[in-house]
């Protein structure tokens, strides 16, 4: 999270409630790790949706999906980097995985 | 569920949208809603030019330069200025890059 995302987070919290915070970019687990130290004791109750919108989200998707809440898969960024057949095949792939790990994810 | 993408908008403007929403929420308390707020994260963004209309033309073939640290000045076709310092690092020769949500595709050299 860059010093913008802590400024309009902290400036939202202060109106709204977030239920969820989908967080792009993310390649690893500890992507995702490190945003949930960075929200904090005060933000334990928001669910954190990775992005999955570049290739090597795709390739570590079971690490990230473990350390998230759940996923949002983003075929118009992701078929710059896999062909269609393969962007298929790939999102058949992670809706099946985010079922067995029973978390949400969207297309 | 109400999607705010961060991405788009100022923070003022953000939160004027969210206070619609709490607004409107009020308005229905028999209605569940949840908010999702999608954060910039890292993004890359090229400042303003002054072509017509906010157009830039690029030529297939053409050779432009990616300059930081000046995004207060306009870009062109040849010269694009962003706002990110540490790009440099990761771009290698020969990786490829999308500008414009893929609309243009350059290859570093």
């Known amino acids: 999270m860059t010093q ?3 400024s309009d987070l902290s400036a939202i919290s202060q109106t709204c409630f977030i239920d969820f915070l989908a967080v792009p970019f993310v390649s ?3 992507d995702v790790t ?6 904090g004791e005060n933000g334990n109750k928001i669910h954190i949706l990775a992005k999955v919108d570049h290739l090597e989200a795709v390739q570590r998707f ?6 998230s809440d759940g996923a949002i898969f983003v075929r118009n960024e992701l ?4 062909s269609a057949e393969k962007l298929m095949l790939a999102q058949k792939w992670a809706v099946a995985q985010a079922n067995a790990a029973a978390k949400p994810i969207t297309i | 569920m109400a999607r705010v993408n961060l991405s788009h908008g100022t923070q003022k403007e953000n939160l004027r949208l969210l206070n619609k929403f709490k607004q409107a929420k009020r308005l229905r308390p028999y209605m569940n ?12 963004r090229m400042s303003h030019n002054n072509e017509k209309g906010g157009l830039l033309r690029i030529r297939s073939g053409s050779t432009c330069k990616l300059v930081s640290g000046q995004f207060d000045q306009p870009s062109d ?4 200025r ?3 310092e540490d790009i440099y690092r990761f771009l290698k020769p020969n990786d490829v890059a999308y500008f414009d949500d893929g609309k243009v595709v350059a290859i570093v050299s």
């Not at chain 1, 078929?79 to 896999?82: D, N, S, V």
């Not at chain 2, 076709?77 to 694009?80: H, M, N």
């Open chain 1, 28 to 30: 690893h687990g500890d």
């Open chain 1, 4 to 6: 913008s995302d802590l």
């Open chain 2, 77 to 80: 076709a040849s010269c694009f």
């Open chain 1, 34 to 39: 490190g945003v949930r130290k960075t929200l």
């Open chain 2, 82 to 84: 962003i706002n990110n």
């Open chain 1, 62 to 67: 079971n690490e990230i999906l473990e350390e």
């Open chain 2, 33 to 44: 809603c949840a908010l999702m707020v999608e954060i910039r994260g890292r993004e890359i």
């Open chain 1, 79 to 82: 078929q710059w980097e896999l």
